[in-house]
């Protein structure tokens, strides 16, 4: 099993890094040849960044659409970021102070996740234009999204694990060095889910992640009469 | 006016989001354009006959998009099916049907993308909701990305900013490409590509419209404001959409930029060759078609020797003059090619370039430079219509919201009674018309007196509460649609008209005193 999950990590990795470097490559190199930010908008750069951190930290515009999507998606993706900076204990072999200060709220954050999903999911099901727009995939991702989070919340507050064996197994990893992952269904189910999300996050939805960095409607100042945007293909046109 | 043969959405009390009805607007269609009317545009006549052919350029033309715009292609990944948008478009508020979700309209167009540039869409098509593209899915693009003004509301509600109209314009992109155009938006462009604007008036017919206005302006206050046409060295190039030398109630704001440039002491002048300031390319996404339309403006500055540029009362053209004209024809600042500097050589750099007419009628208000008589405006209880394209895509004045402040400002300047519409209904949230981006056309009538819903609901609050009799706009698609459909909904159609409208009852001419 051990060896298993070793490769499947790498693995995991590998397609995640490249894939999603593929991808941001792919949305950098193409170009936005005409400004289109949504207006009102920002006229500055410093504009810009301001009004991207709303969107990012508060999902601004959910807010403005719909509060009910926005309390469930605000939850999730927040108690999903606390997880998340929670877990970094498990690849760093020193522990720093302030990670130790946020254990207890990565702790907790994981019902914060749960409850987000959830929410989402009930939506989902029971919201008649939601349910129309809703794909097979859509409910999949909820379903592994809600599997990760509750095996995590089972191993912190039911079935423990040994913490420091699985902490040994992934500082081994990235010294590529095989240490024994402990044997526990639950992490078994988390480990393998979480390998599955990071193989499908470059050739699925999960792409808004980075995709709103690049949204041309938010990301771009309104600026048009003051500097000339000119995309090197439509620059080709005025050669002619 | 004849019976609808349609049902007309019932005010409600409290509204609340409708049920869907699948396929209630799937018969909607525009007529297709003949192949004379394509092949004028440089587009294949018709579809071809074999499918398999067409398939493949549809793909084709598709992927060439994808690389083209950065819009498109993070628009096709990024969509998570929230729902935020879906309440949000007039035309499912007005329809009901799914489809005219925004989100069900892009994934009309996803789920193709996701079948043949994706690997999850060509393995396991029906998990992630993609499908191969077949002559039917080609119809319903046609039917349904011809049920969208492109009016951007869809994309402020989003968390990722999709905008579908950047969707519907490569859609419609694709159709024109492959033979499928639509007939109306197609047919003007032609119009304009050889005769200069979106009526086909010719020159002579527009310079016996414009004596005759002066006559009528005479007659009317007893001062001889000036219409002129192509004259040489004028100080202002006014563009403004054709639609306001002739229709009602549109010919009454172009009056009143008349008496705003005889009031102010500023010469200024139409062109015959740039006599629009409408640009249909928008509205089919093609940015070759886009900047031939707007290149003749540039070459009518240049040949008139204007020293400032000044559009007039319309929605999708001040987004293109604005937004636009400086990336397309060189038109505005900060250019250092040749090619812009030709054009920023003659242009005075104190003025924005290009100005709103309003941006140019408030600048002088502020001057002191225009007086007004406010109470020649008491008969009216005012309301205003933001329009989409200058709402959600463009600005006036320094300040970002100036667009809908600046207009508001020059009412409030110029009568004395003005009210705004539900707040959630106005500014960012406006509601579309139901008649932009291209469907000002007959056969799509049902969809643009539905689509209208949402702002004749907000309409008919103000009407009941305060009495509103008149509701400016600044947009020539707004007027013409509004004239329509206004009398489906119990109202008078003369309701509707113009800012300059209300600036032409209240100003002083020089002259009278």
């Known amino acids: 099993m051990t060896t298993f999950f070793a490769l499947l990590f790498y693995l995991a990795c590998a397609v995640f890094v490249i894939g999603l470097g593929y991808k941001l490559y792919d949305f950098a190199r193409t170009p936005a040849p005409l400004s289109i930010p949504t207006t009102p908008a920002p006229t500055t750069t410093s504009g810009v960044v301001f009004r991207m951190a709303r969107e990012v930290v508060l ?68 919201v008649e234009r939601i349910r129309y727009i809703s794909t097979l995939s859509d409910h999949l991702w909820l379903a592994l999204l809600l599997t990760i989070g509750l ?65 041309p409607t938010r990301n771009m100042a309104d600026n048009p009469r003051e500097k000339r945007h000119l995309a090197p293909w439509a620059a080709q046109l005025e050669k002619n | 006016m004849a019976a609808p043969e349609f049902e007309i959405p019932k005010f409600r009390e409290f509204p609340t989001v409708p049920p869907i009805r699948e396929g209630a607007m799937a018969h909607s269609k525009p007529y297709v354009a003949s192949d004379k009317i394509q092949e004028a545009l440089g587009f294949q006549g018709k579809l071809d006959e074999d499918w398999q052919v067409t398939h493949d350029k549809v793909i ?29 478009c007039h035309y499912f508020i007005g329809t009901n049907d799914p489809k005219n979700m925004p989100v069900a309209r892009q994934e009309l167009m996803r789920s193709v993308y996701r079948r043949y540039f994706t690997l999850p869409g060509k393995l396991f098509p029906k998990l992630v909701g993609a499908r ?67 009526l086909g008036l010719p020159g002579p017919a527009l310079e016996d419209t414009l004596a005759g206005l002066e006559e009528d302006v005479k007659e009317d206050t ?27 109630p549109h010919i009454e704001s172009l009056i009143g930029y008349g008496k705003v440039f005889h009031a102010a002491g500023i010469s200024w002048t139409l062109s015959s060759y740039a006599s629009e300031a409408g640009n249909f390319g928008l509205f089919n996404g093609s940015y070759e078609m886009m900047r031939k339309v707007a290149l003749r403006i540039r070459q009518a500055a240049l040949e008139l020797g204007v020293k400032r540029i000044v559009v007039g009362e319309c929605g999708h053209a001040w987004r293109v003059a604005y937004a636009f004209w400086n990336t397309l024809t060189g038109l505005g600042a900060g250019g250092h090619d040749p090619f812009s500097i030709e054009l920023q050589k003659q242009l005075d750099p104190k003025y924005k370039q290009p100005s709103h007419i309003c941006e140019f009628t408030w600048d002088l208000i502020q001057q002191g430079r225009l007086k007004f008589d406010k109470e020649a405006n008491d008969h009216r209880i005012i309301t205003f219509h933001d329009s989409c394209n200058v709402a959600r895509a463009s600005r ?110 209240a100003i002083r001419l020089g002259g009278e005193q």
Request: with cysteine.
């Open chain 1, 151 to 215: 095996t995590g919340l089972g191993m912190t507050f039911l079935m423990h694990v040994d913490v420091v064996a699985v902490k040994a197994f992934f500082l081994g990893l990235m010294h590529f060095e095989m240490n024994p992952l402990p044997a526990h269904p639950g992490l078994f189910i988390h480990l393998l889910l979480v390998a599955l999300l990071m193989i499908l996050f470059p050739f699925s939805k999960l792409l808004h992640a980075p995709g709103v960095f690049f949204s």
């Open chain 2, 132 to 198: 191969d593209l077949t002559k039917d899915v080609l119809d319903e693009w046609f039917s349904y990305f011809w049920q969208c003004s492109e009016c951007r509301r869809c994309s402020v509600f989003c968390p990722y900013g999709i905008d579908t109209a950047e969707v519907t314009m490569a859609a419609r992109h694709i159709l024109d490409t492959v033979g499928y155009g639509q007939k109306y938006s197609n047919e003007i462009l032609g119009k304009v590509n050889k005769i200069g604007n979106n």
């Open chain 2, 222 to 248: 007893g001062v001889a404001v000036r219409y002129p046409l192509d004259e040489q060295g004028a100080e202002v190039l006014l563009v403004t959409p054709s639609a306001d030398f002739f229709a009602e």
């Open chain 1, 59 to 126: 999902f601004e515009s959910l807010f403005k659409g719909n509060l009910w999507i926005w309390l469930f998606g605000w939850l999730f993706h927040m108690g999903l970021f606390l997880v998340l900076v929670r877990h970094l204990r498990y690849f760093i072999a020193e522990v720093p102070a302030w990670l130790v200060f946020l254990q207890p709220f990565g702790k907790y954050a994981g019902f914060m996740m749960v409850a987000g999903l959830a929410g989402l999911w009930v939506r989902r099901l029971f």
């Open chain 2, 60 to 88: 084709a033309k598709f992927g060439e998009l994808l690389g083209k715009y950065r819009s498109l292609k993070v628009f096709m990944d990024s969509c998570v099916h929230c729902g935020s948008c879906t309440d949000k």
């Open chain 2, 396 to 505: 006036m004045g320094d300040r970002p919201g100036g667009q809908f402040d600046i207009p508001r400002a020059i009412i409030k300047a110029v009568a004395n009674k003005f009210v705004d519409m539900d707040e959630a209904t106005i500014r960012e949230a406006t509601f579309c018309c139901g008649g932009g981006g291209g469907v000002l056309t007959d056969e799509l009538l049902e969809m643009r007196v539905k689509g209208a819903f949402p702002r004749m609901e907000a309409l008919k609050h103000v009407v009941d509460k305060h009495g509103v009799n008149f509701m400016a706009t600044i947009c020539a698609i707004c007027k013409a649609q509004f004239t329509k459909v206004l009398p489906y909904y119990g109202f008078n159609m003369r309701l509707v008209g113009g800012v300059h409208q209300l600036v032409s009852t």
